[in-house]
């Protein structure tokens, strides 16, 4: 899924403090100046002990800043003039001992104090802490973490696993790719704050003996870009995953289910809790009538074997029938005559909402267009009728149905 110009016209400084994480965040410079921002580095002198301004300048293409002295600022006030511009100021890695000075409030050196002279209410702080395990589980680590936080910081991570001191636990910091991931949604609009959104995805697998089944081309791929820009919007996700290869979206929860039965059973007892439901898997109609215990054998059949089916239940439908249900979106892969058929589908299973698209066209595409369908309306996405990758409109859609759910 491309993340290009994901960042456009966004304008981050990057800040380092000491620690080994600093190779990393040559790697994350790349990944931020790929998605489009433009990146100003500063860093501690600590952080010049592992990696030297003249990587991250050549990565960034702009002079890094190391000292609050620094004559190039004409006024000389680089702490003020950095962050003015900024959308965001990222501390990656952030030290214990950087995170304790910011708690403090300390300004003796570039760093901490541009970060206690930016703009607060339109230059959000974000940290993402890297240190030893034992220092990040530290009572005085933690006190000051709570502590960021409540003075309005936000934290990334941080992970945990290998560590560079030989140890294994938690405060690694963030893989660049997740903080770009985190950075992007956290710019994001937050319209589905407070929303719980549950979402199934991919196909069904539906055994016909222990090595082989009927399932479908569906990639899984629409329904995890929805989780994923439901996440962005601020949603709490919940995401029924059929069997597919993709991994999970970040801060989403995910349930991975085989048969169409398994998503069925999966999905009802949860749907209550939760305002909407977006049914984008491509769930099997039918599944074998009996289930052979072994693998059904060529050897000594003179007749190829024929299948019995039988229908399985209808998730979205029994979820829309529900005594008080969540806002349901469908989904309809046709064909042929989508509109026609997205419509019958709307009214079939009692929903608001239908999302439309080509089947054939779409199974395992990054691009894909789409037409909301609702009783009266019927609406393209993109609006031109062209193509778009599937985050780009997973973010419209979401986007969409928060400005549903105010007039619901
Ligand atoms: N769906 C579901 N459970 C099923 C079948 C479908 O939840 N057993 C959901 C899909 O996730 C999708 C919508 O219903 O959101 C439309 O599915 P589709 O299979 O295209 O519709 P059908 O009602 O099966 O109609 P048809 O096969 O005739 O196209």
């Known amino acids: 899924m491309s993340e290009r110009a994901d960042l456009l016209g966004r304008h ?19 990944l931020l100046t790929k998605a489009g921002a433009t990146v100003q580095v500063v860093m501690t002198e600590a ?13 960034s293409g702009r ?74 589980s530290h009572p005085a680590t933690q006190r000051n973490v709570a502590q960021l936080q409540a003075d309005g910081a936000h934290v990334f991570g ?10 294994t636990g938690d405060g690694r910091m963030l893989e660049p790719a997740d903080l770009l991931a985190d950075l992007i ?37 629409m329904g995890f870009a929805i989780a994923r820009a439901a996440v962005e919007a601020g949603a709490q996700v919940t ?32 749907a209550a809790q939760h305002d909407v439901f977006i049914a984008t898997a491509a769930v099997a109609d039918w599944r074998p009538a009996t289930l052979a215990e072994h693998k059904i054998k060529k050897e000594g059949k003179k007749q190829a074997p024929t299948f019995e089916l039988t229908e399985n239940p209808d998730i979205l439908a029994a979820v829309a029938s529900l005594a008080r249900p969540p ?38 595409r990054d691009d894909n267009s ?3 369908v609702d009783a009266d309306t019927a609406r393209p996405l993109p609006a031109d009728g062209s193509q778009a990758d599937k985050l780009t409109l997973a973010r419209a859609l979401m986007d969409e149905l928060a400005a549903r759910l105010l007039r619901a």
């Not at 010049?48 to 003249?54: D, G, L, N």
């Not at 941080?158 to 140890?167: F, I, L, S, Y």
Request: hydrophobic letters at 45%; aromatic letters at 6%.
């Open 12 to 30: 981050i400084v990057l800040g380092l403090s000491g620690g080994i994480a600093c190779y990393k965040s040559a790697e994350l410079v790349r």
């Open 370 to 372: 789409l037409l909301l």
């Open 239 to 270: 995401l029924v995953a059929g069997p597919v290869h993709l991994p999970t979206p970040r801060g989403v929860q995910r349930l991975d289910v085989m048969t169409a039965q398994q998503m069925f059973d999966t999905v009802l007892p949860q």
């Open 185 to 221: 949604g956290f710019l994001r609009p937050k319209t589905l704050a407070g929303k719980r959104l549950l979402i199934t995805a991919g196909p069904t697998f539906e055994p016909i003996d222990p090595v082989r089944g009927i399932t479908n081309h569906s990639s899984g791929k």
């Open 327 to 364: 806002y349901c979106v469908g989904f309809a892969a046709e064909s042929e005559r989508l509109l026609e058929h997205a419509r019958a589908k709307l009214q079939r299973k009692r929903i608001p909402l239908i999302v439309g698209n080509l089947g054939p066209a779409t199974f395992g």
């Open 47 to 59: 952080a010049e002990a592992f990696i030297t301004p003249v990587t991250l300048q050549a990565l």
């Open 63 to 136: 002079a890094v800043y190391t000292s609050q002295w620094d004559a190039r600022e004409g006024n000389n006030m680089a702490h003020i003039n950095l962050s003015r511009e900024a959308d965001a100021v990222l501390i990656a890695p952030a030290s214990a001992d950087f995170i304790a000075r910011l708690v403090q409030g300390r300004a003796d050196e570039l760093l901490s104090l541009l970060c206690l002279a930016r703009p607060r209410e339109r230059c959000p702080l974000v940290v993402a802490p890297a240190m030893n395990r034992e220092m990040w």
């Open 158 to 167: 941080p992970g945990d696993g290998e560590q560079a001191c030989g140890e």
